[in-house]
């Protein structure tokens, strides 16, 4: 015999909580959320702020790099620790002249990419898998894709600064995201066509919430491709350039996790 319902079980919202990690149903204990609840809200904010504060691991994903035959430069911004680099955002949008001089005198490229730490050191954890499918599908396309740069303490703006030093025609800059409550993972993808100095937001495109609960890295590379493409033959990007490029086809490289 079925016992007594649960409080989740009373409420028409709670069938919904199967396709969303939106805190609805949470159900109640009196006036109050139930202790379940309140338990997991603290454990998800606490995770939000760990990833803002925490350290990134470049290493590994550097290691994953080179192992394919990637040309890997570590940067950093003018930030010069994580605690500066949360006070001041404009420290974390231009490189620091060691790194500047580092990139100088490199050959140039169609497209350079940038991964940088952001918000969330967690989110790094994706940009394997993203190169793993973009890498090639940009060379199969027949463009020249300078090296990667590891970018600590860093914001999006720091990519143009990158690509100009390095003549990019196009920065692809990979970003940790500014942590949700259920999402302290989230990769930012930003690309810039022509980027200058003080390149405003509206010139910029981005593919967000990239994740395994969010968009998965197989669609991520494919609406990048795309716009990268795009973005290169008409020669801008931002507002006027529309992500059009639909879904993956079957044979797009699929990956377990996306």
């Known amino acids: 015999m079925r016992g007594p319902p649960k409080p989740d079980d009373l409420t028409p919202w709670a069938s919904l909580k199967e396709f969303t990690d939106a805190r609805i149903a949470l159900g109640r204990a009196g006036t109050s959320l139930p202790t379940r609840e309140l338990l997991a809200f603290g454990a998800a904010h606490a995770a939000a702020r760990d990833a803002v504060h925490a350290s990134a691991d470049f290493e590994a994903p550097a290691e994953a790099l080179k192992a394919t035959g990637e040309v890997v430069l570590h940067v950093h911004s003018r930030a010069t620790d994580r605690a500066e680099y949360l006070r001041r955002p404009d420290l974390g949008r231009t490189l620091a002249p060691e790194s500047l ?54 914001r999006v703006a720091l990519g143009d600064g990158v690509a100009l030093a390095v003549g990019a025609k196009l920065a692809l800059v990979l970003i940790g995201e500014r942590p949700g409550l259920s999402s302290p993972d989230s990769l930012g993808a930003y690309l810039t066509f022509n980027p200058q100095p003080l390149t405003r937001d509206s010139a910029r495109n981005c593919v967000s919430n990239i994740r395994p609960a969010g968009l998965g890295v197989r669609g991520a590379a494919w609406r990048l491709a795309h716009l990268i493409r795009q973005a290169l033959r008409r020669e801008l990007s931002g507002v006027a350039l529309k992500d059009e490029g639909g879904e993956p086809p079957g044979d797009f490289a699929p990956l377990p996790h996306s």
Do not use: K
């Not at 580092?102 to 497209?111: H, I, K, Y």
């Not at 350079?112 to 940009?127: E, K, M, P, R, T």
């Open 101 to 154: 001089a580092e990139l100088e005198g490199r050959p140039p490229s169609d497209v350079v990419i940038v991964v940088a730490d952001g918000l969330s050191a967690g989110a790094l954890a994706h940009v394997g898998p993203l190169l793993a499918l973009l890498l090639p599908e940009l060379r199969g396309a027949g463009l020249n894709v300078g090296p990667v740069v590891l970018a600590r303490q860093a």
